[in-house]
């Protein structure tokens, strides 16, 4: 299964980035096995959005910039009301990355 590594720059991929630093700098861990960590973490994500979300949320708001390179859309969304059924949050400022399912498949 081929994977993106998105999820690294997300809140927990990077303290889980920091974390494995940390352990390669202090001798607990070896930089191969940081490695194969984060490509499982890379595949595990992929899996469970894939698989264990089944949410749908629509979102509205100002778009700011945009940009599609190397199959990859960025949004920068500005005063963004994020809805799903029970409940709706207004945020600042969003950054939102799409890629290509299909890619993962090649």
């Known amino acids: 299964m081929a994977t993106f590594e998105l999820y690294r720059r997300s809140t927990i991929g990077m303290c889980l980035t920091e974390t494995l630093d ?3 700098q202090n001798g ?3 930089p191969e096995l940081a490695i194969q960590v984060l490509v499982q973490f890379d595949k595990s994500m992929t899996e469970a959005l894939e698989t264990q979300v089944k949410s749908k949320v ?6 700011h910039t945009y940009r599609f390179c190397d199959n990859v859309w960025t949004f920068i969304l500005q005063d963004a009301l994020f809805k799903n059924e029970d409940t ?3 945020v600042g400022r969003v950054k939102i990355v799409a890629c290509d ?3 993962l498949s090649q």
């Open 101 to 103: 399912s299909k890619l």
């Open 58 to 63: 629509s979102i509205k708001g100002h778009l």
């Open 88 to 90: 709706q949050e207004n």
């Open 28 to 30: 607990t861990l070896s």
């Open 22 to 24: 940390e352990m390669v």
